[in-house]
């Protein structure tokens, strides 16, 4: 592999810079919303769990989620596991993981840039890596040092620093794992570095989604990374990375935009669904199904609440509750009030909940 050639930070702008504008819209936006504490630290736990799964697992790491879950929550040294080496490692990568991962959350309170340094990489690499592989902890293949070292001056340069972040964090990303500095774990650190590097720039939570959105597409991310012995790389482009990149940003950014305008969405529902109760305009049978319905199962896809059908009313908890008394004549009265309000729609025999019905 040739670690000498000259790497380039140059990029197609007309590309890449409507997309960065994008994204930091809406950081600033996300960044501006009043959320309790409570949620964020609960979201955050949940981020740096599914973060650090999808980063193992993406280099081979077996474990599901769950497994992931408990690995974290133990405190201290793993203890050898007694199904055997191979279970004891992959525990051992994801404590490993966790101990990098841990500040990561605290650097969401902060905006400006991250000073990325060569001795920094070594640590995060020792870390990541301690206990799983027999040597080589921290240290540098050979004659990747001075890339390296360029990459890092290079990354910190005024013109890089006053560049949106989120494409600085793409750049180093690209590179560092292109050049392929350590015989392990390259790519879990060229994925921490990014991650760190939004962190910092302001990207609270999106920070650590970007692991999510590769393995989820993980065979085009690793079109930009081939192995020494697959060279030339299927997509060579740092416009395309880029692009790619930020696109996932602009994903993981709605999909957290979606996540804390729900409690929001939520109250605000039920402050409507109070007035129209006090109005009579619909019955309190009719506003207690209502609260019950915001509560409703959602579509991991989509967030919508997933459709019901009239019999549901009457043999499913915690519907039948209000409906177990109750004529199906009166059940269908209720539920074509609800279609006449906007607050349901139907198709054929299955009822929706319109969770998007302020106004």
Request: hydrophobic fraction near 40%.
């Amino acid at each position: 592999m040739d670690r000498e050639k000259k790497f380039s930070t140059h990029f197609d702008p007309v590309e890449v810079l409507p997309l960065a504008g994008q994204v930091r819209g809406l950081c600033k936006a996300l960044n501006a919303l009043p959320v309790q504490p409570s949620l964020v630290r609960g979201l955050e736990q949940e981020l740096v769990e599914q973060s650090i799964h999808a980063s193992a697992a993406m280099a081979g790491n077996p474990m599901r989620l769950d497994e992931v879950r408990e690995c974290l929550s133990e405190q201290g040294a793993q203890p050898e596991d007694p199904a055997g080496p191979t279970v004891a490692r992959a525990r051992r990568e994801i404590a490993n993981l966790g101990l990098a991962y841990a500040p990561l959350p605290k650097e969401r309170t902060k905006t400006g840039v991250f000073g990325v340094s060569d001795g920094f990489l070594r640590k995060v690499h020792a870390v990541m890596v301690q206990g799983t592989v027999p040597g080589g902890m921290g240290e540098f293949v050979p004659d990747a040092e001075n890339p390296v070292l360029a990459l890092v001056t290079r990354i910190n340069g005024q013109d890089m620093s006053g560049l949106e972040q989120a494409v600085r964090a793409g750049i180093f990303h690209f590179h560092l794992y292109r050049l392929q500095p350590f015989a392990t774990g390259t790519g879990r650190v060229a994925r921490f570095f990014e991650s760190s590097i939004l962190a910092v720039g302001g990207y609270r939570f999106a920070c650590l989604m970007q692991p999510l959105y590769y393995r989820r597409h993980m065979d085009e991310y690793l079109r930009y990374f081939p192995s020494p012995d697959q060279q030339p790389p299927l997509k060579d482009s740092l416009t395309e990375f880029l692009v790619f990149m930020l696109q996932g940003l602009r994903e993981n950014l709605e999909q957290i935009r979606e996540q804390l305008h729900s409690p929001l969405r939520r109250l605000a529902l039920a402050d409507r669904f109070r007035v129209l109760a006090e109005d009579r305009r619909i019955n309190r049978r009719t506003h207690d199904l209502l609260l019950l319905l915001l509560d409703r199962e959602t579509d991991p896809e989509t967030g919508a609440p997933l459709p019901f059908l009239l019999k549901d009313l009457f043999l499913k908890q915690p519907y039948k509750l209000l409906y177990n008394d109750v004529s199906e004549h009166t059940a269908r009265r209720d539920l074509n009030r609800l279609l006449e309000l906007g607050l349901l729609t139907k198709d054929g025999t299955s009822y929706f909940f319109q969770h998007r019905c302020l106004g």
